[in-house]
């Protein structure tokens, strides 16, 4: 498996310059193709979206084309029911100072939560919180804002979220 793999990691670097990535997991199609701006913005399985960059998967459940979850409502596919993985990027959780109203009145809904831990990149900043459920995301912010840890914030979705079937019920 691990001759499998070096070759694969070889090949991918070539793939994602050429702009076309087949997603293959194990040896086998993941039935996904696109540029990897696509297959990242848009991965057709939880494996897919894992491979290519950093995710995090909240709970939701789908309901007349809408998924509700402790980050929010937004958008599910149709055909879409029942219990689902609401996949969120790094770059698509936003943080500011606890609150619990919307100062921007943009209706985005917002989760208590406390940073936990923070690594500092120059330009950037990964942090972890965590929501007053236990549930931990990653969020990747612009350092000109400096977060410590036990920092108590709000969170909100601010980007886009995939919406799938549940793996793991």
């Known amino acids: 498996m691990s001759k499998w793999l070096s070759r694969f990691y070889l090949t991918i670097a070539g793939v994602l310059f050429l702009g076309l990535l087949v997603v293959a997991n194990e040896g086998i199609a993941a039935g996904q193709t696109g540029t990897p701006e696509e297959v990242y913005g ?6 897919a979206a894992e491979f290519l960059g950093a995710v995090d998967v ?3 459940t789908v309901s007349g084309g809408v998924v509700t979850c ?3 409502c937004f958008p599910a596919a149709s055909g879409t029911a029942g219990v689902v993985d ?3 990027r790094p770059e698509s959780v ?5 609150t619990t109203d919307d100062p921007e009145g943009n209706g985005r809904a917002r989760a208590a939560a406390t940073v936990v831990s923070r690594s500092f990149y120059g330009s950037e900043q990964v942090l972890r919180v965590e929501l007053d ?6 969020s990747r912010r612009p350092s000109f804002i400096t977060w410590q840890v036990g920092d ?3 969170v909100w979705v601010e980007g886009p979220v995939t919406v799938l079937d549940c793996e793991h019920p």
């Open 42 to 47: 848009a991965p057709a399985t939880r494996w």
């Open 86 to 88: 609401v996949l969120v």
């Open 70 to 72: 402790e980050l929010g």
């Open 133 to 138: 459920s236990g549930l931990q995301l990653n």
């Open 94 to 98: 936003a943080i500011g100072p606890r």
């Open 58 to 60: 909240v709970r939701g």
């Open 152 to 154: 108590a914030v709000s």
